[in-house]
């Protein structure tokens, strides 16, 4: 039964808070419904490349990342020649890392791998550090060797995202039908279940996928420009630009979204969609997932309230994204409940009662996120089974999902307050 309207503070603060998501829900919902079939190929390209093709693989090199590493070293050996003539990987590690005897053992018979390793004494001038820091020395390296030209691509991965088939092919079919017009690339980031040990965040990471084939597809794919921001993985650029950009972004938790917005500002309308999948792992545990959330959120906020030289309307969709983030706690029910009860307040409803429409419609579309990034996730694992089980069990579990979403969340605001600059990185390998 629905109550009549009442205008208490409770009431137009839920009328507000959520309906927040509804201009995310409408421009995704468009998108799938235009796109329709097309919304998200893979890339079947048969044809070879000539151009150079430079893989950089930044890494900590930790013992326990190094098997990760491996995986990511051994698939790009095993796809890169489908599709290109001219390649390279070049891993990035500090020097002193814990696995640097065993990477350079394990390459010692990879002709097309080579070990770059950024001296301590290594500084850019904005003092960047972590991934930026080691981005930018891999940059140096590259224009040193006059390879910071428009006909080179650098091709971007995470020390524990490897690649496929499609992923080279669509690079390939980038390159040759695309460049000149289109100067960066960005696909889809997937995560097969056999990857990480914890249940809970291989269902968790299913609102990536779906996020990136809707939000991210919308600015980076059909706006050609990504406000959005990037991932710092499966992102191909050109050389030259790259070089242009560079990595020296100062004191940065995510250096993705600054290279994202910095693009955006030069070279609008220049992107597209790359059409494969990169394959990642989820984090290992709850507490890894919170930490990695955490990071973001607290860089995002760094990026859109602190002193940098993006315009304010280049900040206006990550600003939007990290407010429906960040006060998500304030709406669930279990916390809008107690707070009515401990003000009296035992009517909930909107101020006006066809705000239900969109109440309901965000919720709906917040379930099919979930369901379409599990099917996106399980279509890449090699275990397939079982998909209406685990729908069934996603469908209570988004609740659970949300609240360890929101609590990263605020965390990451805590990060942000307290101006606490440490880059986490988590273990995400079985």
């Keep these: 039964m629905v109550t009549k309207p009442s205008n208490t503070w409770l009431n137009w603060y839920l009328t507000f808070v959520w309906s927040l998501y509804l201009p995310a829900a409408l421009a995704g919902t468009i998108r799938v419904l235009l796109k329709g079939d097309k919304l998200f190929v893979l890339s079947n390209y048969k044809q070879t490349i000539d151009n150079l093709v430079v893989f950089i693989v930044p890494s900590v090199a930790r013992h326990d990342t190094y098997p990760a590493l491996r995986r990511v070293i051994e698939s790009v050996e095993a796809h890169a020649p489908h599709n290109l003539t001219q390649w390279r990987l070049d891993l990035v590690i500090d020097e002193g890392a814990q696995a640097e005897n065993e990477l350079c053992t394990f390459i010692a018979d990879k002709p097309h791998v080579r070990l770059l390793i950024v001296p301590r004494t290594y500084k850019t001038k ?11 020395y891999a940059a140096d390296i590259r224009k040193l060797e006059g390879e910071a030209v428009e006909d080179v691509y650098v091709y971007h991965l995470d020390d524990d995202t490897h690649v496929e088939e499609d992923t080279i092919a669509s690079i390939a079919e980038f390159i040759d039908t695309k460049s000149g017009t289109f100067l960066l690339a960005q696909g889809v980031l997937a995560f097969p279940h056999e990857l990480s040990p914890s249940h809970f965040c291989r269902m968790a990471d299913s609102i990536r996928p779906a996020d990136d084939i809707t939000r991210c597809g919308i600015f980076t794919g059909d706006l050609g420009t990504p406000l959005a921001g990037l991932h710092g993985e499966h992102m191909l650029v050109s050389a030259q630009v790259e070089d242009q950009i560079g990595w020296d972004f100062g004191d940065t938790l995510v250096e993705d979204a600054f290279f994202g917005l910095s693009f955006a500002r ?20 709850v ?6 959330r955490k990071r ?9 309230l602190g002193r940098n030289e993006f315009p304010l309307l280049y900040r206006i969709p990550i600003a ?17 409940l107690v707070i009515s009860h401990l003000c009296g307040v035992n009517n909930t409803s909107p101020v006006v009662l066809w705000a239900i429409f969109p109440w309901t419609f965000t919720l709906a579309y917040s379930v099919w ?13 090699k275990t397939q089974k079982h998909q209406i089980v685990y729908t069934i069990i996603m469908l209570p579990c988004i609740y659970f999902f949300t609240i360890v979403e929101a609590f990263a969340g605020l965390c990451g605001l805590y990060k942000f307050i307290v101006r606490d600059s440490k880059f986490e990185v988590i273990k995400k390998e079985i």
Aim: aromatic share 14%; hydrophobic share 40%.
């Design 126 to 136: 904005n003092h960047t550090r972590s991934k930026a820091r080691a981005n930018q």
């Design 266 to 285: 030069l070279y609008p309308g220049r992107s597209c969609v790359l059409k494969s999948f990169s394959y990642g792992a989820s984090p290992a545990s």
């Design 287 to 292: 507490r890894d997932l919170i930490q990695q």
């Design 296 to 304: 973001w959120a607290a860089g995002l906020l760094k990026l859109v």
């Design 320 to 336: 939007y994204t990290i407010a429906c983030w960040i006060l998500s706690p304030f709406y669930f029910v279990g916390f809008v």
């Design 369 to 381: 996120q979930y369901i379409e990034g599990l099917r996106i996730n399980l279509s890449v694992s």
